[in-house]
């Protein structure tokens, strides 16, 4: 029997199966079809970026391993992520940091971006149907330092507020060309590496400076702010912490972004979900696996994003969330971890939108705590994986593990060449 007879037969089985529980099979795969990804696109290169003036990955982030093959320039980057999103079902954002921008050999300090810097970049979108996703980059630079927006220094402070406010500036200019909200995220590493006694002088300076930055309101672009527990080295303050970031996004009216990486590791970010969406108008995800604290992983199926996927799903928010994804694991094939994490989020979201929810709210309401307990567990053992595989036979990319030796085949022949 072919590979595609047996996953249809498969499939068959599974919509019968769920069809009994009250899930409707058909409607899940053409929710799946609608579901895109924001690809970061600091994966392929190690988050090295195209500045010609670049230094070395700095600002409490940092990435290991030396695996061979890293994307080297703007050409390889745009290839390699053209190779991985071919073993990825549906369609798919693509996420860039500002230290991405076409330059062209010139040399374009951070508050002297442009949108001209990011013209081939909607182009190249466009040609592929892949729409863009934004970041300012406070880290990697001679003025980066320990603070950014809530530095003392009024010289370095305006610095980043004007890179920032340029990169609004960049994130509308594609939102209008691709007609479709740009989705800009804005994170710092500010903070200190031992304890300070100006927490709320450093909290005032950023909160002073976020203001600044969103003075203006544009109609194709969303903003975003996102938190962190530590740096690595401004290990006991940051400034903009997630209580600090809450409370500006829900007075401001502001989306949250939330990184599972972000938190400490008996946090559930899951927990999260239902209470920002009563506040904020949006939320933003960066999903990572967090092995200790922000270590980066490439994302699998663990729990923490199995129940991060299911609490979207059952606050009924599929709509108002944006999923990204945010590691950079430069010690396996680049390629083929682009294409594990991402299919990852997406076997959690087809989990997630399997579930028999219908009953399980009917048995909550009723007081069936048994009931409602039972098949919670029985889903777990439903055949999803059944529906996963369909969803990639339609979509046109490999099943299964059928993609391993495809990406093993492009390493000999393309990244691996590359010194």
Same mark, same amino acid.
């Given at each position: 029997?072919?590979?595609?007879?047996?996953?249809?037969?498969?499939?068959?089985?599974?919509?019968?199966?769920?069809?009994?529980?009250?899930?409707?099979?058909?409607?899940?795969?053409?929710?799946?079809?609608?579901?895109?990804?924001?690809? !970061?696109?600091? #994966?392929?290169?190690?988050?090295?970026?195209?500045?010609? #003036?670049?230094?070395?990955?700095?600002? $409490?982030?940092?990435?290991?391993? *030396?695996?061979?093959?890293?994307?080297?320039?703007?050409?390889?980057?745009?290839?390699?992520?053209?190779?991985?999103?071919?073993?990825?079902?549906? %369609?798919? =954002?693509?996420?860039?940091?500002?230290?991405?921008?076409?330059?062209?050999?010139?040399?374009?300090?951070?508050?002297?971006?442009?949108?001209? /810097?990011?013209?081939?970049?909607? #182009?190249? $979108?466009?040609? /592929?149907?892949?729409?863009?996703?934004?970041?300012?980059?406070?880290?990697?630079?001679?003025? @980066?330092?320990?603070? &950014? +927006?809530? *530095?003392?220094?009024?010289?370095?402070?305006?610095?980043?507020?004007? !890179?920032?406010?340029?990169? =609004? &500036?960049?994130?509308?200019?594609?939102?209008?060309?691709?007609?479709?909200?740009?989705?800009? *995220?804005?994170?710092?590493?500010?903070?200190?590496?031992?304890?300070?006694?100006?927490?709320?002088?450093?909290?005032?300076?950023?909160?002073?400076? +976020?203001?600044?930055?969103?003075?203006?309101?544009?109609?194709?672009?969303?903003?975003?702010?996102?938190?962190?527990?530590?740096?690595?080295?401004?290990?006991?303050?940051?400034?903009? @912490?997630?209580?600090?970031?809450?409370?500006?996004?829900? @007075?401001?009216?502001?989306?949250?972004?939330?990184?599972?990486?972000?938190? /400490?590791? %008996?946090?559930?970010?899951?927990?999260?979900?239902?209470?920002?969406?009563?506040?904020?108008?949006?939320?933003?995800?960066?999903?990572?696996?967090?092995?200790?604290?922000?270590?980066?992983?490439?994302?699998?199926?663990?729990?923490? %994003?199995?129940?991060?996927?299911?609490?979207?799903?059952?606050?009924?928010?599929?709509? =108002?969330?944006?999923?990204? +994804?945010?590691?950079?694991?430069?010690?396996? *094939?680049?390629?083929?971890?682009?294409?594990?994490?991402?299919?990852?989020?997406?076997?959690?979201? &087809?989990?997630?939108?399997?579930?028999?929810?219908? &009953?399980?709210?009917?048995?909550?309401?009723?007081? #069936?705590?048994?009931?409602?307990?039972?098949?919670?567990?029985?889903?777990?053992?439903?055949?999803?994986?059944?529906?996963?595989?369909?969803?990639?036979?339609?979509?046109?990319?490999?099943? $299964?593990?059928?993609?391993?030796?495809?990406?093993?085949?492009?390493?000999?022949?393309?990244?691996?060449?590359?010194?």
């Amino acid at each position: 029997m072919k590979k595609e007879e047996w996953v249809r037969k498969a499939y068959e089985i599974a919509a019968e199966r769920y069809a009994a529980v009250g899930v409707d099979t058909e409607k899940v795969l053409a929710t799946m079809k609608d579901f895109h990804l924001s690809l !970061h696109c600091w #994966q392929a290169d190690d988050v090295a970026g195209f500045e010609v #003036q670049a230094g070395a990955l700095s600002g $409490g982030i940092q990435t290991t391993g *030396n695996y061979p093959g890293r994307a080297r320039d703007i050409d390889e980057l745009r290839a390699d992520i053209l190779k991985a999103t071919s073993y990825i079902p549906g %369609t798919h =954002r693509l996420n860039l940091h500002e230290i991405y921008g076409d330059f062209k050999g010139e040399v374009v300090d951070r508050d002297q971006v442009e949108p001209k /810097h990011f013209e081939s970049w909607v #182009q190249w $979108g466009r040609e /592929h149907g892949m729409k863009l996703d934004f970041n300012s980059t406070s880290f990697s630079h001679p003025k @980066s330092g320990d603070l &950014t +927006l809530s *530095n003392p220094d009024q010289s370095i402070r305006d610095f980043w507020i004007e !890179h920032t406010k340029r990169c =609004r &500036t960049v994130a509308e200019a594609m939102g209008k060309a691709q007609d479709d909200p740009c989705i800009m *995220n804005l994170w710092v590493h500010d903070g200190s590496k031992d304890i300070t006694v100006n927490r709320l002088k450093y909290r005032e300076l950023l909160k002073d400076s +976020l203001d600044q930055i969103f003075a203006i309101d544009y109609a194709h672009m969303k903003d975003c702010v996102e938190s962190k527990v530590f740096g690595i080295g401004l290990e006991s303050y940051t400034v903009g @912490s997630n209580d600090f970031y809450i409370g500006y996004g829900a @007075s401001r009216g502001k989306m949250v972004t939330l990184d599972t990486g972000h938190f /400490h590791p %008996t946090e559930s970010v899951a927990d999260k979900v239902s209470s920002l969406l009563l506040y904020v108008p949006e939320l933003m995800l960066h999903v990572s696996r967090p092995v200790r604290w922000d270590s980066d992983h490439v994302t699998i199926m663990d729990d923490p %994003t199995l129940d991060l996927f299911s609490e979207i799903i059952r606050c009924d928010a599929m709509d =108002r969330v944006h999923y990204g +994804l945010d590691y950079f694991d430069a010690s396996i *094939n680049r390629i083929g971890a682009y294409v594990v994490g991402s299919r990852a989020a997406q076997k959690c979201m &087809t989990r997630a939108l399997l579930e028999p929810i219908a &009953t399980l709210r009917r048995y909550e309401a009723n007081g #069936q705590g048994f009931e409602r307990l039972a098949l919670l567990e029985e889903a777990k053992s439903l055949p999803w994986n059944a529906v996963w595989d369909m969803f990639c036979l339609v979509s046109g990319v490999p099943v $299964g593990e059928d993609f391993i030796p495809e990406i093993e085949k492009y390493e000999s022949e393309v990244t691996s060449k590359r010194r």
